[in-house]
């Protein structure tokens, strides 16, 4: 049940682009998206539910796609603080819990 | 409005001894998850509590490991007889409903086993 993101690291130059891809198996209800630097907790940064919208605030922003049960997280025009591991959880339709992918690694380099 | 707060943020604790892990959801919310996280791993789910009840314990190993969210008072995750395997960051994170709502992260507790 657990999602698969993909890639599992990204290396930047500041200024450039990156799309992180969250996939699942199974039948989604919502799609959450985290970013966690090291040594520190998880932060929100947006929910998406099924209906395949789009969110997005600045330069971050995500989509679902209900019909292929995936999601990905657009960054543009990347910032320093941008840097840190972005998790992708997962609700499951008939489950109640909330599943995370095992994280993809974002480097940005001035 | 106060976040999730969990105590300790860092416990030691010997081979054998208990480990009480402490969380207190943000205010107004009922529902709240636990998740151990190895060094340079993902968040690998625990359990899943609502106001006295037990959701869903499927990620909760068989043995040693238990988790309650009584009426009044935080949720505990409680470790008995604590191995060396059992040393990793211990989040837990709230929310005021079941699917489809926002949940927010407590900064953890680090639990070293020696």
């Known amino acids: 049940q657990q999602p698969v993101q993909s890639p599992q690291a990204v290396i930047l130059r500041e200024g450039e682009d990156a799309v992180i891809n969250c996939s699942s198996s199974k039948a989604l209800y919502s799609v959450h998206w985290y970013r966690q630097k090291h040594g520190e907790a998880p932060v929100f940064l947006m929910i998406?539910?099924?209906?395949?919208e789009q969110k997005g605030h600045e330069k971050i922003s995500a989509s679902f796609n209900e019909k292929k049960q995936q999601s990905s997280l657009y960054l543009t025009a990347s910032q320093l603080s941008y840097s840190g591991t972005y998790f992708c959880?997962?609700?499951?339709?008939?489950?109640?819990?909330?599943?995370f992918g095992q994280g993809t690694r974002l480097t940005i380099n001035p | 409005n106060a976040g999730v707060m969990q105590n300790p943020r860092h416990l030691v604790r010997r081979r054998g001894q208990e480990a009480r892990l402490r969380c207190s959801p943000m205010?107004?919310?009922?529902?709240v998850y636990w998740y151990r996280q190895l060094p340079e791993e993902g968040l690998k789910f625990m359990v899943y509590l609502q106001k006295e009840n037990i959701i869903d314990e499927s990620g909760m190993p068989k043995e040693r490991f238990s988790a309650e969210f009584p009426k009044e008072g935080p949720s505990i995750l409680r470790i008995q007889q604590v191995v060396r395997g059992d040393s990793a960051a211990y989040f837990c994170a709230s929310s005021d409903t079941f699917l489809g709502a926002e949940a927010f992260f407590g900064q953890g507790t680090r639990l070293t086993v020696v």
């Open positions: 205010k107004g919310h009922s529902h």
């Open positions: 959880g997962t609700e499951i339709q008939g489950a109640q819990k909330l599943v």
């Open positions: 998406l539910l099924k209906g395949g």
